[in-house]
């Protein structure tokens, strides 16, 4: 036997019976889309390796050891496995110039790939849904970004809020020269206390010291918290900012932390930045991060223009919901046709499509090369696939131009009867889930 080849570490197949929720997973979310008024992009998986680069930052944990980069061996150019969303989409909307008759509200959804060491929660193919509002600068479109999310985290059938299956942190990173000045001070703490420090956190202490803020190293957590905060950086407007986002979550009862050490870890934030937090996952608890970056655009070439976004861990949110026992049942087929000989076929299928064309999904027990199977195995099959009804194509049903549907689940309420097979527009609907 040749060998088995196997999946890349990491990246995992997706498979029935998972795949159904994952299904009912990207429903509700495009339920919630459109409810918002949000349109669908979509971009290409492989991007230049600059754009990542200069968009998320060379000193950070993506760019310095998480990116799957490449030489394209037919022409040199120089490309990465986009390891997340924001990137792309600003890339592909200041190309197409998409923004010149005003603001836009986009989603996405799909992989992203990023060189970690995989385990619960924590994958080198994830996949992420996320949104990208482009055009306009006030806090109004935080909270509506925000808000969008706890629609989706309802209609996931998840809690929000303290003590829930999700709750929020929010903080404000303020605005470029308000960061210097407090990066000026943070350095200096970290300076007076560099006996205190890592490795990491040395070598970042000229580059990002913002990012030593995030350490999980609990040695250096005393260092942390006595480090200035930056909340006592901001200046009037941008106080005015994060005072109006706290304003509106309040008045919509949605309830917060605020979380001064929440940084995020690409370089492009200023201002909101937020996360959705679960308990129930562990050490990888975050299930979504986002936030504003008024200076992405132009960063990337495009004309100023702010913008804010989120992005959404879709594996994290899946064992969230097994956890929190939130997944639906996997949908089954409403019917199931038995045949006992497959010289029925041409008038089964006949109907079998009317059926279709009415909304009905029926499963057609495979005769195989023998072209019949007995009755009892395939009743036992139609048990087996979860349907809801049998439809018997047995040779007395078919003298008389019917079919026989018989309820296979106790509380089906219909009673066995048998249908004509014209005009099957007539009773569908008794088969209909
Ligand atoms: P973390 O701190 O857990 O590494 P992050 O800050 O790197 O997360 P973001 O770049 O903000 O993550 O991505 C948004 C969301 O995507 C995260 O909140 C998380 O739910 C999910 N995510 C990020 N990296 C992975 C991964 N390697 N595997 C699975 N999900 C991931
Ligand atoms: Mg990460």
Known sequence: M?????????MNDLLPPESAAWEWFDEQVRRVMRAHGYQFVRTPIVEPTALFVRGLG???????????????????????LRPEGTAGVVRAITEHNFLYEGGR?????????????????????FHQVGVEVLGFPGPDVDVEIILLLRALWRALGLSVGEGCDVRLEINSLGEPSE????????????????DLLDADAKRRLHSNPLRILDTKNPAMQGVVESAPKLIDFLGEASLAHFAQLKAALDAAGLPYRVN??????????????????????????TVCGGGRYDGLVEQLGGKPTPGVGFGIGVER????????????????????????????????????????????SVLLHPLGKEGAASMKSQFKKADASGARFALIFGAD????????????R???GAAQSTQPLDGVAAWAGLLRG
């Open 317 to 360: 949110v899946m064992l969230l919901l097994a956890e929190a026992g939130a997944l639906p049942a996997a949908p089954v087929p409403d019917a199931y046709a038995i045949v006992p000989d497959a010289a029925a076929l041409p008038r089964v299928l006949a109907t079998l499509d009317a059926l279709r064309s009415e909304g009905v």
């Open 2 to 10: 040749a060998e088995k080849i196997q999946a890349v570490k990491g």
């Open 179 to 194: 960061r210097q000045a407090h990066r000026a001070a943070l350095i200096a703490h970290f300076e007076q206390h560099a």
């Open 260 to 285: 001064p050490r929440l940084v995020r870890g690409m370089d492009y934030y200023n201002l909101t930045v937020f996360e959705w937090v679960t308990e129930r996952l562990g050490a990888q608890g």
């Open 410 to 412: 106790a509380g089906e």
């Open 397 to 408: 049903e078919l003298a008389n131009d019917r079919v026989g549907v018989k309820p296979l």
């Open 105 to 125: 509200r986009l989603w996405y959804a799909g992989p992203m790939f990023r060189h970690e060491r995989p385990q619960k929660g924590r994958y080198r193919q």
């Open 58 to 80: 060379e000193v950070t944990d993506i760019v310095e050891k998480e990116m799957y980069s490449f030489e394209d061996s037919m022409n040199g150019d120089k490309l990465t």
